[in-house]
């Protein structure tokens, strides 16, 4: 019986990924706050630096307090 064998592109080595920045966009701050916030841990976990763009509010300072960039709407 063939065995199959899984392949990884010989550029990469997963030793050797780069950080990723990721931009999460939400309508509201409160929604990332509330919803996303396992998601933004996650990926800073694995090593991506997060940014949040959402409209100014309460809930911007509780975004910063996870460790992800806030950058307001206008």
């Not at 630096?49 to 809930?59: I, K, L, N, R, S």
Request: glycine share 6%.
């Amino acid at each position: 019986e063939r065995q199959r064998v899984r392949r990884r592109h010989p550029a990469f080595h997963p030793d050797e990924w780069m950080m990723a920045r990721i931009v999460v966009a939400a309508n509201n701050a409160w929604n990332i706050v509330n919803y996303r916030q396992g998601l933004v841990r996650a990926l800073q976990v694995e090593g991506h630096e997060v940014t949040v763009v959402a409209p100014a509010g309460p809930d911007a300072a509780a975004i910063r307090a996870l460790g992800a960039h806030f950058h307001p709407l206008a």
